[in-house]
């Protein structure tokens, strides 16, 4: 009984926070375009879903509070109400509010004094509207099904559940949220209203499955049977929306993680049956060694689908952020959106909100100028932000882009050279200049505020960035803007890579490899003992890993140089043998090696 009540509850979380999610980004685009009657109704069932639903539970303040929201959206609903920016601003500070409400009420924590005067200042915000009566906001509380709102409350919560009936029934009539009596008094009333057999419709249940619910029902319910057979209750077929939803599921994701892991494990032990064939020269072994690694492979390959989300939401969730922060700084934002499809790996998701905020937060408030100082440029008063992702050769990248008026060089030179961060006889390029508003410490802000100023936000940003082993690139022009552009892997856990030897040590780099070269002394011409090569009449700079780690080459061993291409540029690795493509797990290499610059990690 408690675990079936939790999972319910899980549920009811979860999906309240899509819902209150999904009410955020209408309110967001209904600032910026007409007021719609559709986009209003979805406002209204989503506030009407959550109290439905809340009321199911006895969440007693987030019933209450969610009625105030719901009788002014009718009213907006009925256009008795216009819903301009300022009832606006109101809705997505109760949206915050019921978010809080419905956290504390799940894990069983009483309002705190600050909740309280935050909720008592909403509702006389509310209630300015209209006059609600203190009876009025009593009448969500759970009471007796007899009533026609809580009947259409229950229908809602039996018609988005995705559970069972007779397991929900089981649930609530252990918990005496509904009685046999109520179970009947809903199915007159559902039938008396002529409410279309697709809502709730799974309420409607038959004999011989309230029969597979009645030896855990209490003693005074076994009878429920007989008066359940007097109504003539017919199951329905399966609509349409039930057989869609059933072949969605949600799945921990702790339980994904453990099976990426386990995928990853079998990675390696093909490796291993791989290379045991190849030493023994068995056929029938590499026969069977290859069909196993095909099908590794593809097992491989949906593991990691499966972990793949669409990052559109996350760029979404910046809209409110967009808009606080520019009417704090007097400032009118337009937050464009492109390349939401783009899939990458969850880990990935989750770990890079931090980042793109204090990105944004930059570029609203050092990036975009005031609206006197770009009209007087003759720009537009409103500024422009752009959120971009898509895919580069292997990795996923993500573009913050602003329109105003870029990087100031000398005054990041001068900021630089005052805080010691740099040496002032040294001569830096452009691009070193730009990359030094990275270190710690480092603001040009001329006074402090609520969002920047301190010096703390974009060495964090680098930090978070190498942490998934990223990297960031600053683009900027004189009134024109400034884009960081932030690459990350696709992947964080198996890659495809490319395998190669130095010395008596192997390596493996991500598969962006463009082509291989022989190593001769007709290729590098005049050019002996260099670090760059002619190639095909451009200059191609390349690295001498065994210089780099320091390890021993073979005497009169063949050497190639591997041509890579990262950030839209290509450069060389001068190494020893090549060993060609090779799945690869990726394991972090711990704490003691964590400032190593270059190596992502380790494998077997």
């Known amino acids: 009984m408690n675990a079936d009540l939790e999972e319910v509850k899980e549920l009811f979380i979860s999906e309240s926070s899509e819902i209150l999610q999904k009410m955020e980004s209408i309110l967001l685009f209904l600032e910026l375009n007409p007021v719609t009657d559709d986009k209003i109704h979805e406002l209204f069932r989503s506030i009407h879903t959550i109290k439905g639903s809340a009321g199911i539970f006895g969440y007693e303040e987030t019933v209450n509070f969610t009625h105030v929201v719901e009788s002014l959206l009718d009213k907006v609903r009925e256009k008795e109400i216009s819903l301009d920016k300022s009832l606006i601003s109101l809705l997505l500070d109760c949206r915050d509010h019921i978010s809080d409400l419905i956290e504390y009420a799940a894990n069983d924590r009483k309002l705190e004094e600050n909740m309280n005067l935050i909720q008592n200042d909403l509702l006389a915000k509310l209630n300015s509207f209209f006059s ?82 009645q030896p855990q029902l209490p003693k005074q319910e076994i009878n429920a049977e007989e008066e359940l057979k007097e109504e003539r209750i017919i199951k329905p077929a399966k609509d349409v929306v039930g057989s869609r939803e059933s072949k969605i599921i949600r799945i921990d994701s702790g339980k994904l993680d453990h099976l990426i892991n386990l995928v990853g494990e079998l990675v390696i032990g093909g490796a291993n049956i791989n290379q045991l064939s190849q030493k023994r020269n068995d056929p029938e072994l590499s026969e069977s060694a290859y069909f196993m690694n095909h099908l590794i492979s593809e097992i491989r390959e949906t593991a990691l689908k499966i972990r793949m989300v669409q990052i559109g939401e996350t760029f ?41 905020m204090h990105l944004i937060r930059n570029a609203i408030d050092h990036g975009i100028e005031s609206k006197e100082e770009r009209v007087a440029k003759g720009k537009p008063a409103g500024g422009q932000l752009l959120l971009n992702a898509f895919h580069e050769t292997g990795s996923i990248v993500i573009e913050v882009k602003d329109d ?32 030094m508003i990275f270190k710690a410490g480092f603001s040009t802000a001329d006074k402090i505020t609520n969002i920047s100023g301190r010096g703390v936000g974009l060495d964090v940003v680098e930090k978070n960035i190498d942490a998934l082993r990223g990297s960031v690139q600053v683009f900027t022009e004189k009134d024109n803007g400034t884009t960081f552009k932030v690459r990350f892997p696709l992947t964080l ?65 063949r050497k190639n140089i591997l041509v890579i291409q990262y950030a839209g540029k290509h450069v060389g690795l001068l190494i020893g043998a090549l060993h060609g493509e090779i799945q690869t797990v990726i394991k972090p290499l711990g704490k003691v090696f964590e400032k190593l610059k270059g190596i992502s990690g380790s494998t077997l």
């Open 404 to 435: 105003g008026k870029g990087l100031n060089r000398d005054k990041i030179l001068s900021k630089a050279i005052e805080k010691g961060i740099v040496s002032p006889d040294k001569q830096y390029s452009d691009a070193e200049i730009y990359r």
């Open 132 to 213: 609600v009566s203190k009876n009025d906001l009593q009448d969500s509380k759970l009471g007796p099904i007899a009533s026609q709102e809580s009947t259409q409350d229950l229908l809602d919560f039996f018609k988005n559940s995705e559970f069972k009936t007779s397991k929900l029934l089981r649930i609530l009539l252990n918990m005496a949220t509904i009685s046999k009596e109520e179970l009947k008094l809903l199915n007159r009333w559902k039938r008396k209203q002529n409410v279309p057999s697709t809502i709730g419709a799974n309420i409607d249940i038959a004999p011989e499955e309230y029969q597979a619910i």
């Open 493 to 557: 856990a198996i890659i495809d890579g490319f395998l190669f030897r130095v010395g008596h040590s192997f390596y493996v780099v991500p598969l962006i490899v463009v082509e291989c070269l022989e190593y001769k002394e007709e290729i590098i011409g005049n050019n002996s003992g260099k670090n760059y090569i002619n190639l095909r009449g451009e200059v191609l700079p390349f690295l001498r890993l065994s210089e780099f780690f320091q390890t021993k080459e073979e005497e009169n061993s």
């Open 316 to 356: 979404n969730r910046f809209q409110r952020t967009v808009r606080e922060i520019g009417h704090e700084l007097g400032k009118e934002i337009q937050l464009t959106i492109s390349g939401g499809d783009t899939e990458l790996d969850k880990t990935v998701v989750e770990k890079i909100n931090d980042p793109l």
